[in-house]
C-alpha cells in the first residue's frame, strides 16, 4: 500500500510507506519487552515477597515467545520466521552496504537484525527452561522442575541461568544501540513502524 506523504530525506520516490509489522507481531514486541525488563529487574533484586511473582514474569515471556513461534508459522511474511534467517548472499550483499548513510528500507528486519532477533528469543527459552530447574537456597525457593532433578544439576542450571542473564543484557544493549544507529546514521526511524505498523519499505 504505497502513500502520497514524501519519504525519509533522500529517498526520491524510491521508497514508499507500506504496513510491515500487523497488530499481533507489535503487541507481541511491547508486551516482551514489558516482561523481560520487570523479570530481570525482579531476579536482580529478588527477595522473599518477589521471586514468586519474578516466576510469573518468566512464564509470561515463556507464553509470549510460543506465540511468537506460532505467529513465525502462520503470520504474515514479515514476520514468518523464515524471513528471521538471511540466505548468505542476502546478508553478505546487506553488509557490504550497512554503513551507507541511507534508510535500508528493508520490508521485515534487514539480514542482520533477523540474526539478532533469533539469538534474542533463543537466549530468552534458555533462560525460561534453565530457571525451571534453578534454586534460591537463600530465600528458599526453587524452580517448579528443580525437586526432580540432583543438586549438581541444580548448580549448572544455576550459572547458565546468571550467565543467560548477562547474554540477554548484551543482547538488548546491541538491539538498542542498532537502532539508534539507524536513526542517528541512517536516518531510518525503526521504532515509529514498531508502534503504528507502517514502515518507508524500497519499490518492488
Ligand atoms: C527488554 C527489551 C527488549 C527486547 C527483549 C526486545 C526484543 C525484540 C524482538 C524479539 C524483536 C523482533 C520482533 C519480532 O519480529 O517479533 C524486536 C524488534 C524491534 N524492537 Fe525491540 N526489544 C526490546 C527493547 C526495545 C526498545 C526499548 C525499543 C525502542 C527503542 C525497541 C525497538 C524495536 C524495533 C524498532 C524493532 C524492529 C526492528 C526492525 O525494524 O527490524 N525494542 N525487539
Ligand atoms: C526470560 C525470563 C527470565 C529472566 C530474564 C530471568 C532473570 C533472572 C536473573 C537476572 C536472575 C538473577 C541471577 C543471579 O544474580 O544469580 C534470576 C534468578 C532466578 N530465577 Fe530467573 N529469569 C527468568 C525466568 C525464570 C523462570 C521461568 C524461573 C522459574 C520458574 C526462574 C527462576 C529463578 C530462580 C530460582 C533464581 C534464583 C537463582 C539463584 O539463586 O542463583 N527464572 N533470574
Redesign the pocket.
Known amino acids: 500500500m504505497s502513500a502520497a506523504t514524501p519519504g525519509p530525506e533522500g529517498s526520491g520516490d524510491t521508497m514508499e510507506q507500506r504496513r ?2 500487523d497488530l499481533p ?1 507489535r503487541l ?3 508486551a ?6 520487570t523479570g ?1 529487574y525482579l531476579g536482580e533484586y529478588r527477595s522473599f515477597t518477589t521471586i514468586e511473582l519474578h516466576f510469573y514474569f518468566g512464564y509470561a515471556t515463556a507464553a509470549l515467545l510460543a506465540f ?1 513461534v506460532l ?2 508459522v502462520i503470520g504474515p511474511r ?2 514468518r520466521l523464515k524471513s ?1 534467517l538471511p540466505s548468505p548472499k542476502r546478508l553478505f550483499s546487506y553488509l557490504s552496504r550497512v554503513g551507507r548513510r541511507e534508510p535500508s528500507g ?1 520490508e ?3 539480514p542482520l ?2 540474526l ?2 533469533v539469538a ?2 533463543l537466549a ?1 527459552s534458555v533462560q525460561i527452561v534453565t530457571g525451571l530447574f534453578a534454586q534460591d537456597d537463600g530465600l528458599f525457593s526453587e524452580g517448579p522442575l528443580a525437586e526432580y532433578v540432583s543438586d549438581s544439576t541444580i548448580l549448572t542450571m544455576n550459572s547458565i541461568h546468571y550467565i543467560t542473564s548477562r547474554v ?1 543484557l548484551g ?2 544493549a546491541l ?2 544501540a ?3 544507529f ?1 536513526l542517528v546514521w541512517k536516518r531510518e ?6 508502534v503504528s505498523g507502517r ?1 518507508w519499505v524500497r519499490r518492488r
Open positions: 510491515v509489522w507481531t507481541f514486541h511491547w516482551l519487552v514489558g516482561t523481560v525488563a530481570l511468537r505467529w513465525g514479515p514476520s528471521l528493508t521485515g528486519h534487514n537484525g533477523g539478532s532477533v534474542m528469543l530468552l540477554i543482547l538488548i538491539h538498542i542498532a537502532i539508534l539507524y526511524n525503526l521504532i515509529k513502524p514498531m514502515k
